[in-house]
């Protein structure tokens, strides 16, 4: 997998503009896989495990990923 990066770069990352929305995008925290990204209805939203979400639903991919930053989640695609 390839980390998703806002603002560095490094081997086998791929930066945020360049995320294609419909590849899986999974997070990570402390090194643990915690859950993954997805479309809904009302919104982008990281689903941590069942129906809970990390921080709601956002508008759009971008605005999901930048909000979950400060809660220490990393982001991974294939």
């Avoid at 997070?27 to 809970?52: F, N, P, Q, Y």
Wanted: proline share 1%; glycine share 10%; net charge negative.
């Amino acid at each position: 997998m390839r980390e998703i990066i806002v603002n560095k770069h490094r081997e086998k990352t791929v930066r945020i503009e360049d995320v294609i929305s419909t590849d899986p995008i999974f997070a990570k925290k402390d090194g643990v896989l915690k859950g993954m990204i997805v479309k809904e209805c009302d919104g982008w939203i990281l689903r941590i495990g069942g129906s809970t979400g990390a921080t709601g639903w956002h508008a759009t991919l971008d605005e999901c990923i930048l909000s979950c930053l400060e809660y220490g989640y990393e982001f991974f695609t294939e």
